[in-house]
């Protein structure tokens, strides 16, 4: 069990210092985020190593996949070529055309809305004058 934490750790930092150091060489802000989670992954793994704590499987598997899993699916990536801030940026823009598209949808909506009750409303006050 000891074996495995001190193997965590080690890879799990030396994942940390090659994102950094690609954050540096890149000047690119989008790997700040994956550094976030690495450092809180990597200091929940100190605490339980210091204060000889034992988490459960779900804490574990988060504290892998935020630490090693997805820093080593960045490194793949990048190097076949992709890059991540790219990556990043181009689902960024999906997902904002999405919103926009559903907000476009939800005012059109809102205006058929709105002319149709104008009409019923219209519609009965003239059967009522009758």
Known sequence: MLVEKIIFSILAFYLFLLMFF???KK???????????QGLGIAISFIEI???LRYNIIVKT????ISIVIPIIIVILERRG???SELIY???AKFYRLIRKYQKMQINFTLISRKKSRQLFSTQNACRSV
Do not use: P, R
């Open 82 to 84: 992709k890059s991540f």
């Open 90 to 92: 181009l689902t960024l």
């Open 50 to 52: 210091i204060f000889s």
């Open 62 to 65: 988060i504290i892998y996949l």
């Open 22 to 24: 690609k954050m540096i």
């Open 27 to 37: 000047i690119d802000a989008t790997y700040v985020a994956v550094l976030i989670m």
